[in-house]
């Protein structure tokens, strides 16, 4: 099962991408993963918007939704310049807030990749097996960023 999706790069968009996600977890019946599968894609697109198009309402970004081995993904691609995905590590820099949106996706998705020269982004849920424990510590690391950089 898989749907897509294409929108001009307007951040008055999103409530409609919301939706999007909020029906395709409920049609594949991962609706009570549905808050770490919509902030991790919300940041992609938000991110492919004002990043990737430079918030160009000319430039499209294109959304997939689809089902794979073990769970759902998410594929957001836009029409920039591309970026060097391979300059953030796991955690972003503590004096800046750069690359803050890419840990908090990687950090909710089980699987994160970068191609076409950092156009597109492809994040994984395996929503069929996640276990408490593996819940319980990404919600942990992510409370630990966050209450070091308000810190």
């Known amino acids: 099962m898989n749907e897509s999706c294409v ?13 999007r996600l909020f029906h395709f977890c409920r049609e594949c019946n991962v609706g009570n993963y549905y808050s770490a599968v919509s902030v991790a894609a919300l940041q ?6 004002v990043h990737g198009n430079g918030s160009n309402p000319e430039r ?9 081995r073990g769970g759902i993904f998410v594929e957001v691609a836009d029409e920039g310049d591309g970026f060097d995905f391979g300059r953030f590590g796991d955690f972003p820099a503590d004096d800046q807030s750069e690359g803050e949106g890419i840990f ?8 994160m990749t970068f191609s076409e020269g950092g156009r597109r982004v492809r994040m994984e849920f395996l929503v069929a097996g996640i276990s ?20």
Do not use: W
């Not at 992609?44 to 918007?49: K, Y």
């Not at 499209?60 to 794979?68: E, K």
């Not at 908090?104 to 699987?111: G, I, N, Y």
């Open 104 to 111: 908090v996706m990687k950090s909710l998705s089980d699987r």
């Open 132 to 151: 408490p424990a593996d819940a319980l510590e990404r919600i942990a690391v992510l409370e630990e960023h966050f209450s070091l950089v308000a810190a």
């Open 60 to 68: 499209q970004v294109a959304l997939t939704l689809g089902t794979c």
């Open 44 to 49: 992609a697109v938000e991110n492919a918007i």
């Open 7 to 19: 929108i001009q790069s307007d951040i008055a968009n999103m409530p409609y991408v919301e939706e």
